[in-house]
């Protein structure tokens, strides 16, 4: 056994607050917990964002953040796990960046500083306090890392695409025309 220095400690302490983070936050999408609208309401809200098909997405941004989260808490699959964090999470910066940067004004803050975390213990590595360690880094190779980093982005932004044109391509919603009864009260 080997002596734990202070960055093992300082990883293990960004990995557990990262990771338990983007864990709730996701079980909220795929289980309703922590007061979360789970997978059909949250499904539902992703569909009128222009995420389709809606639950689908639900569950994928749900299981980026749930199963990244979790992954990055326990240092198991550090590279693919930070990269599914940070994909998602570019995903999710994009719908924020029109109000800036600010989380108080809505902005994309919060989500990336989740997804810069990520990426940078996908780079730094989990740790020896991890079960990347214990397993002898077998899910904790360098390929690994430079090939989950280069995917995600690419991915993130295809995903980002696809709802553009799908919020270009749908009518906007025009407000219901007031009944004639009503009309006529006036």
Do not use: C
């Amino acid at each position: 056994m080997h002596n734990v220095t202070a960055r093992d400690l300082g990883l293990l302490a960004l990995r557990a607050g990262v990771g338990g983070a983007l864990f709730a936050h996701g079980a909220q999408k795929l289980f309703g917990w922590f007061g979360g609208a789970g997978p059909e309401q949250t499904g539902a809200m992703f569909e009128k964002l222009g995420f389709r098909p809606g639950k689908a997405n639900a569950i994928a941004a749900g299981l980026g953040e749930a199963g990244g989260g979790a992954l990055l808490a326990a240092g198991l699959g550090t590279p693919g796990a930070g990269a599914a964090v940070a994909g998602t999470m570019i995903v999710a910066s994009s719908m924020h960046v029109d109000n800036g940067f600010f989380s108080s004004k809505g902005g994309f803050e919060y989500p990336a500083v989740l997804g810069w975390s990520a990426a940078a213990l996908a780079l730094a590595g989990p740790g020896s306090l991890s079960l990347d360690h214990l397993l002898g880094h077998r899910l904790n190779r360098s390929w690994m890392r430079n090939l989950a980093l280069a995917a995600a982005a690419p991915a993130a932004l295809a995903v980002i695409a696809r709802r553009r044109r799908t919020v270009a391509a749908t009518p906007a919603a025009q407000p219901d025309p007031v009944p004639q009864q009503e009309t006529a009260d006036r």
